[in-house]
Nanobody, 125 residues
Framework: QVQLVESGGGLAQAGGSLRLSCTAS????????TGWFRQAPGKEREIVAA????????YYTDSVKGRFTISRDNAKNTMYLQMNSLKPDDTAVYFC??????????????????WGQGTQVTVSS
């Protein structure tokens, strides 16, 4: 079992930056591959970025490549999402997720077993 808590969401202007954090408690954080998802009103939940257990491998959905950076610090039981050059289309509830099923990148939401409660990100134009 692992519990995940997101923080760092809020309101930003287009072109601005926010940094999301996902802090885990319970089992050793390095036992989980992790990722960030987002869900906008009326839309399905989508993968934003994912990172392997060690942090050596990462994945980004095309719309955030070059703007967002995913990272993790297993010693601090925390995963981060640095979001730069924000756009109004980035507005959504952002969720962190974890899975112990695999060692590397996981992009399918149904492969994740643990989810945070979500944090709202709103980008104004």
């Amino acid at each position: 079992q692992v519990q995940l808590v997101e923080s760092g969401g809020g309101l930003a202007q287009a072109g601005g930056s926010l940094r999301l954090s996902c802090t885990a408690s319970g089992r050793t954080f390095g036992s989980f591959a992790t990722g960030w998802f987002r869900q906008a009103p009326g839309k399905e939940r989508e993968i934003v970025a994912a990172v392997s257990r060690s942090g050596s491998s990462t994945y980004y959905t095309d719309s955030v490549k070059g703007r967002f950076t995913i990272s993790r610090d297993n010693a601090k039981n925390t995963m981060y999402l640095q979001m730069n050059s924000l756009k109004p289309d980035d507005t959504a509830v952002y969720f962190c997720a974890a899975t112990a099923r695999v060692f590397t990148i996981v992009t399918l939401h149904n492969m994740y077993d643990y989810w945070g409660q979500g944090t709202q990100v709103t980008v104004s134009s």
